[in-house]
């Protein structure tokens, strides 16, 4: 069974830096790409980036001046970092699988967590 | 980026309907679309991969359809579990883009 735990600080100051954590079990994470995707209250889905586990990756143009995505494969672990964040960047956010084999759907998926940027 | 418009936003139905969701993006994606129901406080969960296949554990009542730039995710015989919140999603190039969601609701 595949799961996905996102950790992280529920809370963050305007201009500050979110990071979070996606701790993997019950897959390796050296196989398929892995994302973040994040839901502000009552709106859509939005694709943050993905990681390999060689470190590629591929961000939102949208969000690429402000994202770091990094894997730590001992701990089957990746992880998100958002510089300088906005009361906009508020949202419950998601790590998630793609999986390479089935048309790159998101197959597994995180519980969610919710980061409210707020001094 | 390729831009996923879904059709329509909201859907009032009854148990027991048959709905359709339609998906159309704004530039060929082969059959590179995903759809996704979502519960409030839930996270996704996938249906249908590859535009047709559907995932291991899903309903037979849901099926897609499609190719190119038009889909469609159609749920026969409506469930009260199936009320909730449909989403495609492109996988043909990045960013990945996701449709604006449509809110399945009883009527």
């Known amino acids: 069974q595949v799961l996905l735990q996102e950790s992280g600080p529920g809370l963050v100051k305007p201009s500050e830096t979110l990071s979070l954590t996606c701790t993997v079990s019950g897959a390796s994470i050296s196989s398929d790409y892995w994302s973040w995707i994040r839901q502000p209250a009552g709106k859509g889905l939005e694709w943050i980036g993905r990681?390999?586990?060689?470190?590629?990756?591929n961000y939102n143009s949208s969000l690429k001046s402000r994202v770091i995505m990094s894997v730590d494969t001992s701990k089957n672990q990746f992880s998100l970092k958002l510089t300088s964040v906005t009361a906009a960047d508020t949202a419950v956010y998601y790590c998630a699988r793609e999986n390479q084999l089935l048309y790159r759907n998101f197959d597994y998926w995180g519980q969610g967590t919710l980061v409210t940027v707020s001094s | 980026d390729i831009q996923m418009t879904q059709s329509p936003s909201s859907l009032s139905a009854s148990v027991g309907d048959r709905v359709t969701i339609t998906c159309r993006a704004s530039q060929s994606i082969g059959s590179y679309l995903n759809w996704y129901q979502q519960k409030p406080g839930k996270a996704p969960k996938v249906l249908i991969y590859?535009?047709?296949s559907l995932q291991s554990g899903v309903p037979s009542r849901f099926s897609g359809s499609g190719s190119g730039t038009d889909f469609t995710l159609t749920i026969n015989s409506l469930q009260p579990e199936d009320f909730a919140t449909y989403y495609c999603?492109?996988?043909?190039?990045?960013?990945?883009?996701f449709g604006q969601g449509t809110k399945l609701e009883i009527k």
């Open positions: 999603q492109q996988s043909y190039s990045t960013p990945r883009t």
């Open positions: 990681i390999y586990s060689s470190g590629s990756t």
């Open positions: 590859a535009a047709s």
